[in-house]
Structures are given as structure tokens and as C-alpha cells.
């Protein structure tokens, strides 16, 4: 059965650096989302991505957050100067959804980000 | 302001048993609600979707309504394993300013199936 994939499964940076978190969606599928869920908070939405382009963002996806599709496959989540607060596990999803339906989006395993 | 709710932080049942979550929201009108199933240190998986014009869904022992005037959404789980333990997760599917969508989830609620 297909799945989303994503690496590293936990990275650890220092404050300040960049890091890169990367997704191979399910390979037909047209939509891809990042979100963040803080160690025992909610699954929190921060960007949504089709077309090649951002189709929407949250108040948490500010400057210091940047997404890509840099070929057919990879999918990925680049935060420019890491803070402590981006300390969290990251999931990538991604859903199919041609124009006349809606279906649900399949999550993967998730990175966990540690910044010291 | 908007917010989704689940109750209780854990519910503790009996295997065998019938496991009823809940989720409320105020302030939103998604037109899809769905229920996520979601194992320590994993990623949400997806169990099922209700459209705002159904009000049951079911698959195997599943089964979610979808109160669109009460503005609340059930979760059952009949017959209970303790291999259904877990955090379970309701998520909304709401329409931001931008008139594009967004799945919003709510923290969710921890199921403990006993032995």
C-alpha cells in the first residue's frame, strides 16, 4: 500500500540554524500539507501546498518557513533560523482530490524536530 | 472565537464495550468533519469522513454522526479491543478568509481499552 514517507525521523540543530525536513508524498496525489504538533498539544495546520504554489497558510507559517517541490517526488519544509519554540514533531500529508470530490489526506510517520 | 472540543482527556472502557468520543465546535461550519485515529510518536490515520449533509457513516466497527444543528459529531467503537488504544482526533474541515480550506483538529481524546 503507498504512503507518505519523510526524513530524517528526528533531527536535532542548534538555535539559529536551518534546517530541511523532507516528504515523498503518494505519488498520484495532488495536494500536500506540512503540519506541527508540540509535544502533548493538537496537530496544528501550517501550509498547504498545489499547483506548484502555497494555496494556504497559517498565522504559524511566518517568514522563517519555506516549502518546496523541487522535482516529481520530494516535498520539503525549510525553516531558515531555528528557535526553540519549533521544537515538534512535523507531519507531511498528502491527498488526491481531483476537482469533484474530497477525501482524506494520509499522514506520515512524522520528524521530530529538537532544537537545542 | 472558534474552537473544536473533545471530551475528557482519557476514556477508560472495558474490552467488549461500546466507546463513545465526542466533538463539539462553535463559531465554525465545515462542510466535512473527520476522525483520526493517532498512536504515540505516529502520525494521524485517517478512519472516516462525514459530509455535512450525512448524518451517519460506518465501516466495520465504526461508526460517526454528524449533528450539523448541535454542531457535534460522535464516535463509536463497538465491541472494544485493547488494540483500539489510542488518541483519537476530530478534525474540521473550515473554510479560512482566503475562501480556501484548512483541516483544523481538535487536541483529542485518549481511548484506554481494559482487558
Known amino acids: 500500500e503507498p504512503e507518505v514517507t519523510q526524513t530524517p525521523s528526528h533531527q536535532v540543530t542548534q538555535m539559529g540554524q536551518e534546517v530541511i525536513l523532507r516528504c515523498v508524498p503518494i505519488s498520484n496525489h495532488l495536494y500536500f500539507y506540512w503540519y506541527r504538533q508540540i509535544l502533548g498539544q493538537k496537530v496544528e495546520f501550517l501550509v498547504s501546498f498545489y499547483n506548484n504554489e502555497i494555496s494556504e497558510k497559517s498565522e504559524i507559517f511566518d517568514d522563517q518557513f519555506s516549502v518546496e517541490r523541487p522535482d516529481g517526488s520530494n516535498f520539503t519544509l525549510k525553516i531558515r533560523s531555528t528557535k526553540l519554540e519549533d521544537s515538534a514533531m512535523y507531519f507531511c500529508?498528502?491527498?488526491?482530490?481531483?476537482?469533484?470530490?474530497?477525501?482524506?489526506?494520509?499522514f506520515g510517520p512524522g520528524t521530530r524536530l529538537t532544537v537545542l | 472565537s472558534q474552537k473544536i472540543e473533545q471530551n475528557s482527556e482519557a476514556l477508560n472502557i472495558q474490552e467488549g464495550k461500546t466507546a463513545t468520543l465526542t466533538c463539539n465546535y462553535t463559531?465554525?461550519?465545515?462542510?466535512?468533519l473527520q476522525w483520526y485515529r493517532q498512536d504515540p510518536g505516529r502520525g494521524p490515520v485517517f478512519l472516516l469522513l462525514?459530509?455535512?449533509?450525512?448524518k451517519e457513516k460506518r465501516k466495520e466497527r465504526l461508526k460517526v454522526t454528524f449533528d450539523t444543528t448541535l454542531k457535534q459529531s460522535l464516535f463509536h467503537i463497538t465491541a472494544s479491543q485493547p488494540a483500539d488504544s489510542a488518541t483519537y482526533l476530530c478534525?474540521?474541515?473550515?473554510?479560512?478568509?482566503?475562501?480556501?480550506?484548512?483541516?483544523?483538529f481538535g487536541s483529542g481524546t485518549r481511548l484506554q481499552v481494559q482487558p
Open positions: 500529508a498528502s491527498r488526491y482530490s481531483p476537482q469533484s470530490s474530497y477525501n482524506e489526506q494520509f
Open positions: 478534525a474540521l474541515d473550515i473554510l479560512m478568509d482566503t475562501g480556501r480550506r484548512a483541516l483544523t
Open positions: 463559531n465554525y461550519s465545515p462542510a466535512y
Open positions: 462525514i459530509r455535512e449533509n450525512e
